[in-house]
Structures are given as C-alpha cells and as structure tokens.
C-alpha cells in the first residue's frame, strides 16, 4: 500500500535525505547539497501551481516518505529535446525491488494524461542505470533512439537515453476518493530496485 502525494513541508526533510545518500545518487553525479535539494523541492512544489503537473511525494501506509514519481513540465528552447513533459522517478534505497516505482509511475502517467492536451511525454535515463530502463519497459513506454542527448546539469554534462510514452485511446484512473491532492493504491506487486531517472 503507497499513496501518492502532493508536496508539503513535511515531506523537505527526508527529500533531502534521499538526496544525500551517494547510492541512490549515483546517475546523476552523487549527492545534492541541502541548497540543491531544497531548491528542487520547491521547484516540485510550485509545479503543480504552475504547469498542473509535478512529481508526487511516495508515502507508504504509515505516511513514511518513500521517494517520488510524477510528470513534469521540462526543457526550454535551449533543452536538446525543448519544451517537453517528462516523467521521472527516485526512492530511498530500503523502497528498492518493492514495484513502487513501475507502480506510482504508472498512477502519476495516467493522472497527466486527464490534465495535459499533449500527445507524447518522454522519460530519459543514464545508459548505465538499467533498473530505470527495466521500469520504463514495464510501463510500456517505447525507446526512442533519435531523441538521446546529452545536456548539462547542476552536477554536470549529463547524457540520455530517451522513451517515450504516448497518449493512450482510453484513460483509466486510479484516484477515486482522493480528489487531486493524492492517489491510493495497494498494488506494489511489480519487483524493481529503481533509484532515478
């Protein structure tokens, strides 16, 4: 049982936690410092004030933060891919190889497609980080060789390998009883040890 939700306060502390940890951030250079983490946060935070979308904060049944899933607004007329919606995931080591992040991916994709009018939403990882990939398939996003590139990031040149997820015919949403604040579910069946994409 997870539930997805919006970001508050709450969740800051052990979103920087996750971000220290040198495992978990191994793709993207190593650990974020606490002025990264927390200006990351916001940046997730005021998304959903902004673009409707954004990550969403994993919590398990105790309310325990297990990491993040969720789609967002990203890339400018500089990005190799410009402005795109992209869907991404992290989690703290201990949620590894427990499906949370195929599972809160899968929610956070289908909730996009009833807010967003766009066709595509792309997903990019590392070429080395074949948990992400495993996920991506999962998911049943379709690789997407032409569009890999490689961009500059705080921790530096940074190259992806891109997927891409396209608007389904029809939408079946999760999120009943929760309004638009957070999603339930108890399916966490699919095994995956993702830490990032």
């Given at each position: ?52 979308v954004s990550r969403w904060a994993v919590v398990d049944a105790s309310g325990n933060f297990l990491g993040y899933a969720g789609v ?57 980080n074949h948990r992400s990939q495993a996920v991506m398939k999962r998911l049943g996003l379709t690789r997407d060789i032409g569009r ?24 079946l949403i999760k999120s009943q009883g929760c309004a638009s604040e957070c999603i339930e579910s108890g399916q966490n069946s699919s ?7």
């Amino acid at each position: 049982m997870f539930m997805l939700q919006r970001w508050s306060d709450v969740h800051r502390q052990p979103f920087a936690d996750m971000q220290s940890d040198p495992e978990v951030m191994a793709d993207l250079g190593g650990p974020f410092s606490r002025a990264d983490s927390d200006r990351k946060f916001d940046r997730y935070r005021d998304a959903w004030r902004s673009h409707g979308v954004s990550r969403w904060a994993v919590v398990d049944a105790s309310g325990n933060f297990l990491g993040y899933a969720g789609v967002m607004k990203a890339g400018e007329t500089d990005h190799p891919l410009g402005p795109h919606y992209e869907i991404g995931w992290r989690f703290r080591r201990r949620a590894w190889g427990s499906g949370f992040a195929t599972e809160s991916a899968r929610q956070a994709l289908e909730h996009a497609w009833t807010v967003l009018t766009v066709d595509q939403i792309f997903s990019y990882t590392a070429a080395d980080n074949h948990r992400s990939q495993a996920v991506m398939k999962r998911l049943g996003l379709t690789r997407d060789i032409g569009r890999d590139f490689t961009a500059r990031y705080p921790q530096g040149l940074w190259s992806g390998l891109v997927w891409t997820a396209q608007r389904p015919v029809q939408i079946l949403i999760k999120s009943q009883g929760c309004a638009s604040e957070c999603i339930e579910s108890g399916q966490n069946s699919s095994r995956d040890k993702s830490r990032a994409a």
